[in-house]
């Protein structure tokens, strides 16, 4: 049985960027659905006593989609913080990595929220580690994770409409934009320095 993820911030928290209404329906409606379904199609599947990483490398249709969709929405909800002006410039291993790959951060920022709006329809644009340590930003429609081709994720902006519509509507790009302020660098770095 998998369950809903708590967020580890108030449901206030993130305004304006994502507002306690879209965290409402995104959190509490959206992925409490991905959860139900995932535990109603797991039995009798044989994947019943794997993780959630295991089942969306290895299932396809309904249970890939609901354990995809929550295996990104737990690493989407927990990647942010509260807005704070006084925070200093993110520092360490994954910076270090993005700016020799990039140049700057800035650049970085740029490429990857260009990615996302590029996107057409419903997915994810991702920033994953190779085994080596180099960078990947992909694009993957709908439920998909670069964990499936063997890469470790460590950012994700999720690009369907139930994220931002009732904040920015069709300003897809605006959001993206917006979200770099809500980002925890401190996170990140955890994972991309993790096993
Ligand atoms: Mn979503």
Request: aromatic letters at 12%.
């Amino acid at each position: 049985m998998f369950t809903l993820i708590q967020l580890p911030y108030a449901s206030d928290a993130l305004a304006p960027v994502i507002s306690a209404d879209t965290l409402a329906f995104h959190h509490g409606k959206h992925l409490q659905a991905y959860v139900d379904n995932l535990n109603r199609l797991l039995p009798g599947s044989g994947l019943e006593e794997k993780s959630l990483e295991e089942i969306v490398c290895e299932a396809e249709g309904a249970i890939f989609n609901n354990a995809g969709q929550i295996l990104n929405h737990n690493l989407y909800f927990t990647q942010f913080r509260p807005m704070s002006p006084s925070l200093p410039a993110p520092t360490g291993n994954l910076v270090a990595q993005i700016e020799k790959q990039w140049g700057t951060l800035e650049a970085f920022k740029s490429d990857f929220v260009a990615k996302g709006t590029t996107l057409f329809g419903s997915g994810w644009v991702w920033l994953s580690a190779a085994p080596g340590g180099t960078l990947v930003i992909s694009q993957e429609p709908n439920a998909g994770n670069p964990v499936t081709r063997g890469l470790k994720p460590i950012l994700t902006f999720d690009v369907w409409e139930h994220a931002y519509y009732l904040d920015y509507q069709n300003r897809r790009a605006a959001h993206l934009e917006a979200l770099w302020g809500i980002v925890d660098w401190k996170v990140l770095e955890e994972r991309y320095n993790s096993k």
